[in-house]
C-alpha cells in the first residue's frame, strides 16, 4: 500500500526557533510533493510545493526534498506562534497524476 | 474574488437519510476532488472529477455519489448505504498540478 508517513507530534518549539517537521513515502517513483497547513476546525492550505531533489525557499518556509531516501522536510524559520497549526505533507503517487496521498499530519505549537 | 463555495457549513443526518453536499468553483479549474478528514486523521479522497461529465472513484468511494454536469460544480451525496458518515467534508480543485485550492469544508454529522 502506498502510503506517506508523519509524526503527529506534538512538535512544539519555542517562539523564533526553528521548526522541522519530516515526511517519508513509499512510492520510489513520485514527481511531485506538497506541503499544506491547517488550521484547528479549518481547511488545508498550500504552502510549499517541491518536484527536484534539494532545498527550495519561500519567506521563512523552506522544503528540503531527497528523492533516494525517499523524505521530504518542511523547515520553518524564526517560528512565530501563528504558525501553530496541523502540517499536511502530501506527495502525488507514481501511478496516479491525479491523486494526492496525504499523510495524517504533524501537529506544530510555537510557544511565546 | 476567486475560490471554491461549499454549503453547508454544517450538517445533521438521521440514519438512513440521503443527503447532498454542494461544492462550487469559479477559479476556472478543469479538476474538483472530495476528500473526506476525520479526527487525526490525514485527508482521503472520496471522489475526483477532471473533465465535465467525467469521474473516478477515489480510495473510499463505497456510500458516496458525486456528478460533474457543469465545470464549476461537484456535488457530493451521502447516501444511507454509508455506515460511519460523520466526517469533515473537503472540496477542492486545481490545474492537475496537485496544487490543491479547497473550499472551507462541510462537517456532516449523524444523528
Known amino acids: 500500500q502506498k502510503e506517506v508517513e508523519q509524526n503527529s507530534g506534538p512538535l512544539s518549539v519555542p517562539e523564533g526557533a526553528i521548526a522541522s517537521l519530516n515526511c517519508t513515502y513509499s512510492d520510489r517513483g513520485s514527481q511531485s510533493f506538497f506541503w499544506y497547513r491547517q488550521y484547528s476546525g479549518k481547511s488545508p492550505e498550500l504552502i510549499m510545493s517541491i518536484y527536484s531533489n534539494g532545498d527550495k525557499e519561500d519567506g521563512r518556509f523552506t522544503a528540503q526534498l531527497n528523492k533516494a531516501s525517499q523524505y521530504v522536510s518542511l523547515l520553518i524559520r524564526d517560528s512565530q506562534p501563528s504558525d501553530s497549526a496541523t502540517y499536511l505533507c502530501?506527495?502525488?503517487?507514481?501511478?496516479?497524476?491525479?491523486?494526492?496521498?496525504f499523510g495524517s499530519g504533524t501537529r506544530l505549537l510555537v510557544r511565546p | 474574488d476567486g475560490g471554491i463555495t461549499q454549503s453547508p457549513k454544517y450538517l445533521f443526518r438521521k440514519e438512513g437519510q440521503n443527503v447532498t453536499l454542494s461544492c462550487e468553483q469559479n477559479?476556472?479549474?478543469?479538476?474538483m476532488y472530495w476528500y473526506r478528514q476525520d479526527p487525526g486523521q490525514g485527508l482521503r479522497l472520496i471522489y475526483y472529477s477532471q473533465i465535465v461529465n467525467d469521474f473516478q472513484k477515489g480510495d473510499i468511494a463505497e456510500g458516496y455519489s458525486v456528478s460533474r454536469e457543469k465545470k464549476e460544480s461537484f456535488p457530493l451525496t451521502v447516501t444511507s448505504a454509508q455506515k460511519n458518515p460523520t466526517a469533515f467534508y473537503l472540496c477542492a480543485s486545481d490545474l492537475d498540478t496537485g496544487e490543491l485550492f479547497f473550499g472551507e469544508g462541510s462537517r456532516l454529522t449523524v444523528l
Open positions: 502530501a506527495v502525488n503517487m507514481m501511478d496516479s497524476s491525479y491523486k494526492l496521498i
Open positions: 477559479l476556472n479549474h478543469d479538476a
